[in-house]
Structures are given as C-alpha cells and as structure tokens.
C-alpha cells in the first residue's frame, strides 16, 4: 500500500514529487483538456519545474505517474471490497457504482487513459499493467463468487471488462458534446446518479420484462 | 441519400474530393493513428495535396468530413432497419450488431470521434449533430416500439445510449492495451462476433438467473 499513501520530506512536508501530482491533478481536474505547460504545474506547485523532468522525465511519464496514484487508490477501494463479507451480487452493484465514481472523482481520467492507450507500445504495456490487469482481475473474482452463489449465469470476465468500463466511461468520455443533445448539459451530481441505477439495473436485470412475478 | 453516393465528375471519374477521403480512410484503416500527413494523403490519392485545403480547409475539415461520410452510411443502414417489419426486440438486436460493426469495419472511427469530440465546442457541436444527434434518435425509435410491443421495461434513451455505445466502442478503444491482457490480442472477427453475442444477451437478459421456466 506504500503507493497509496503520501510520501513525506526529511522535513515532514509533502515531498515535491507529491506535490507535482497535486498541482497536476488540480489543473486538469479544472479543464478540459490535457494540454497543460509545466511553467503552469510550477507555477501551481510552487516548485521549480525543472523537478518535473527530474521525478517525471517529462511531461508524458508525469500523467503516467498521476494515472497510476488515481488507479491505485481506486483498485485498493475495489481490493476492499472484494474482501468485505457480503452477498455476492452487492459486491458487484457496488463495483459499477465505484467505477462511476472513480470517473465522476477525475474527470480528466479518461482523457489520460487515452490518450496513454493510443501512445507507443510501451505506454500500452505500461497502462495494461497498472490499472486494466488489476481490475479485470478483481471483476473476475466478484463475478466467480456470483457465479459459484448461483446469482449469474454465465459470463466471459474479459467481455464483462469491456461492457462495463466503456458503459461507465463513456458518458464521461462524452461530455463536451452534452450541450449539443437532449439531457443535462454537463455531469451533474443527479446524472451521474440516474446513470449508476440505470446501468446496475440493465447489467443486472436486462430490458427483457420478466414474465415471472417478483419472489 | 445524396450525401451517401459517390460523386463523380463530368467525364464519370469519381471526383477528386471522393477520392482525398478514400485515401484517407484507407490510410487510417491500415495505421494506429491518426498522425498521417498531408503529402501522404496526396501520394494515395495521386492528387495535389493542395486539394485538401481547396475542398476541406485543411486536415480537421477532411477528417469530419470523412467521419461524416462514414456516419452518414452507418445512418442510412440504421434508418433501413428502422422501417423494416420485423419484431422490435429483432430489431434492437440487430441495432447492438449494427454498432459493433460498424466499428469493426471503420476501425480509425472512434479515434476520429475521441480528437473531434476533445477539439473545440465546434467541432463537439458538429460531431453532435451529424452523428449523435441522428443516432439517438433512432435508437429512441426502436425502444419506444419496444415498450409499446410489452417487450421491455422503461429505458431512458439517453442513458441507454451511453451505455451501448460505450460498451461497443470501448473493446475497439482499447485495442492496443490487447496484447498485454489476457484473451485475444488482437480484434479477430470471432472476438468481434463473440463480443455481439454477449453484448445482445447482457443487454436482453442481464446477468442475474432469472427463476421461471423457459415458456
């Protein structure tokens, strides 16, 4: 858990390191965009931003950094609740709900996923190892106890990755053409809501009615 | 359906605009990126990359345009299901298929979408328009003959829409992250076909078993 948690100074202070990732994560939490200068994270951080090429290597290995300190803190709340003793499918609503959350939380985080995603080869290796692996690993596991409660049928946990994070993320991913579109124009906190039920009663429940009447 | 046929000149030849975008689209189908260059464009096409600018304003233009070109085909197949007589749970099956092929066989799509869609409120307000917009509109079509046919239960459109677009585009999104996950590394036409399947019973059925018997 050592990544999770925020590394200190001689001094007690927040090390630089740390507070180059604040300042980053603040300006890209307040644009839309990813096209921020480090004279601007500098100027944010109150550090010199020579210290961005000497933590970071530059500006491409800094958003790798920022997206693997969102990813771990997310993948340990999903770790907590892989281990929390509660009925199977609970785990699994709560799961879609957290990885709404995570999005709602860093908004840029999507745009850093692909932006890192449509990179070299490396970037790809580097994204696949920090955040998708982890998390198609701990889905694999909520579903296996889902299937072994006799809650699911059967489903691929690749296939389950994919139709879940692109649900989620895509309306994130979405949002500058929101205006333009029947709808809230932005992500409000009541959206992002209506959305978590609606996607945890489709993935659940399906479109189909059921002709069965309720137990 | 002007917008959808190829025009040609006055001595029959398909017209040098028609053919930038072919060179387009062929160049992005066979690369990961959308970094190709203008003299690139000039030297498939076998035309002056001057052209460019004359017919589209420079390479944002060509790339609407060719996103344009491509929706508008992916459209009119919509619209064409849309009318057919057939069940309204048939067509919304074919519609999820509809999508994921559509991304199969443009596979530079939801890049174009993802630059346009982080460009400016411009761009985000035409891609709306000639793509989302239509698109909504359609699928709110087929849910409402749906709910009135007693098939399904209530579904926003909206929502519904983020959720099967999302989860169709984010298998083709992520496919450089493929080879370093388990599964396929890379979108064969089974994953394709493997992935609709799933797709239409997760959607249809959702995951939970359901407790009556088969009718």
């Known amino acids: 858990m050592a990544r999770v948690g925020v590394r200190l100074d001689a001094n007690g202070r927040v090390a630089a390191r740390e ?30 931003h020579g210290l961005v090429n000497y933590y970071f290597k530059g500006k491409e290995g800094l958003l790798l950094a920022l997206l693997e300190r969102d990813a771990a803190r997310a993948l340990s709340e999903l770790e907590h609740l892989v281990g929390q003793n509660m009925p199977p499918l609970t785990k699994l609503e709560l799961h879609i709900r957290g990885v709404i959350n995570v999005y709602f939380r860093y908004p840029y985080i999507n745009r850093l996923i692909n932006v890192l995603q449509s990179g ?38 690749t296939l389950f990755y994919y139709t879940v994070i692109g649900a989620c993320e895509f309306l994130f991913h979405s949002r500058n053409t929101l205006p333009y579109l029947s709808g809230p124009p932005e992500i409000t906190s009541k959206l ?17 009615i059921r002709s069965e009447q309720p137990a």
Do not use: W
């Not at 994560?25 to 096209?35: F, H, N, Y």
């Not at 198609?136 to 296996?144: E, L, M, Y």
């Open 120 to 157: 070299n080869a490396d970037m790809a290796r580097e994204l696949a190892r920090i955040f998708i692996a982890p998390l198609q690993k701990f889905q694999a596991r909520i579903i296996d106890e889902c299937l072994r409660a006799g809650d699911i049928g059967f489903v691929d946990p």
């Open 19 to 48: 507070r180059l990732l604040d300042a980053t994560s603040a300006l890209l939490g307040e644009r839309d965009t990813l096209d921020i200068s480090l004279n601007e994270i500098a100027a944010r951080s109150g550090l010199n």
């Open 192 to 208: 992002k809501e209506d959305y978590a039920d609606h996607l945890v009663r489709f993935l659940l429940d399906g479109l189909k």
